[in-house]
């Protein structure tokens, strides 16, 4: 036992793995206190996610929208700003897509990439609205953020029955094959999974965050106004035009996510009386992944299997939706605590010092 408290304690990059552990714990515990089996229920969680081919690819289908909208929180918070509108980002990108994936007859080659750009486009426009109240009115971004969900849901609803509704359906139209993503091969060899090309976009994604943060220019400029935005306009730096561009680049990732969900997944877009929730869940990733591009997508990872696998625990272990919600809710919890898990630790750190540790 001494050993293994030893090897999560040594290193603090295995903090979280160790967090992971103790909300697993905790669920463990809830689970228990509720009547249920806490290893049947983790079993069927993991059976469900990884038993076969096709709950594999179903899982990466989760995780695929996860990591450019947690991309997207992230990249807002590295520059200093909090974007808690990633989920009417990620609607309007999804509009946009369907828009062009159903009124225009082009060749697959330019049918398709028009219809990411463009819902990448219409995303990043919605989250410039925000940075632009906020670089020339000084509107708080959360405010304009949270609103703009609520406009875009509605906004999208009015388009889609009025211009791109499908007769007598509650749903636009299905878009044409020549805009659609999926990985047909791929997807059979996977137990016909709704696989598609997003999950590579979704790495490239996370690759363009580190180089436009990290190693460009425009990248610096954008950290700096975020850290300290009056150091950053004494130093010469155009704050205004910084916080517009963030939130904008910030849209653009998540609008990414709502144009490759529509093209590769459901292929047609419902008048809905509620919002997807890729957007909110991405703020729980961009935070579990510490904000950088490497851990969104672990994170994405981690959030998609608990989701994905809640329906092994709910059928096969008879855990309700709820004790599910709060197993998920703890593991989120302790991840995000870091300090929380550096605390439990802190008496093993210094026998591990005083040399008890073996």
């Not at 090897?7 to 509720?34: C, N, Q």
């Not at 091969?185 to 996977?190: A, C, D, G, I, R």
């Not at 994905?308 to 593991?331: L, Y």
Request: charged share 10%.
């Amino acid at each position: 036992m001494n050993k293994i408290v030893k090897f999560f304690t040594k290193d603090s990059s295995l903090i979280p793995l160790m967090a992971i552990l103790l909300g697993l714990l905790f669920g463990a515990v809830v689970m228990l206190l509720g009547g249920y089996n806490p290893l049947l229920a983790y079993t069927a969680l993991f059976q469900k996610v990884f038993g076969d081919l096709y709950n594999i690819g179903e899982t990466i289908r989760q995780i695929t929208p996860l990591i450019f909208t947690g991309l997207s929180v992230a990249f807002a918070f590295r520059t200093g700003l909090f974007n808690i509108g990633a989920e009417g980002q990620f609607v309007m990108g999804s509009l946009g897509a369907v828009w062009i994936g159903t009124q225009f007859a082009l060749p697959w080659y330019i049918h398709a990439p028009l219809a990411i750009i463009v819902g990448a486009l219409l995303g990043g426009f919605w989250g410039a609205i925000s940075g632009y109240l906020k670089a020339k009115r000084g509107v708080n971004e959360v405010i304009t953020t949270i609103m703009l969900n609520y406009i875009s849901l509605y906004l999208a609803n009015y388009i889609i029955a009025n211009y791109l509704r499908a007769p007598g359906q509650q749903r636009s139209e299905i878009i044409q094959d020549s805009a659609s993503i999926s990985l047909n091969t791929l997807s059979e060899f996977f137990g016909y999974a709704r696989l598609h090309w997003g999950i590579i976009l979704a790495i490239l994604a996370a690759f363009v965050f580190y180089i436009i943060l990290w190693k460009t220019k425009m990248g610096f400029e954008l950290r700096a106004v975020g850290f300290n935005p009056h150091a950053a306009e004494y130093a010469g730096m155009n704050v205004n035009k910084n916080v517009i561009n963030a939130m904008f680049i910030g849209g653009v990732f998540a609008g990414l996510g709502g144009a490759i969900e529509v093209l590769g997944v459901f292929k047609y877009m419902t008048i809905s009386a509620s919002l997807p929730g890729y957007g909110f869940d991405g703020i729980a990733v961009a935070l579990i992944g510490a904000n950088t591009a490497l851990g969104v997508i672990f994170a994405a990872i981690l959030f998609g299997v608990l989701e994905f696998g809640a329906a092994g625990m709910k059928f096969v272990a008879g855990v309700p939706i709820e004790v599910i919600e709060i197993v998920i809710a703890s593991v989120i919890f302790f991840v995000a605590a870091s300090g929380l898990v550096k605390f439990i630790l802190k008496p093993f750190r210094r026998k591990e010092k005083g040399g008890a540790v073996e």
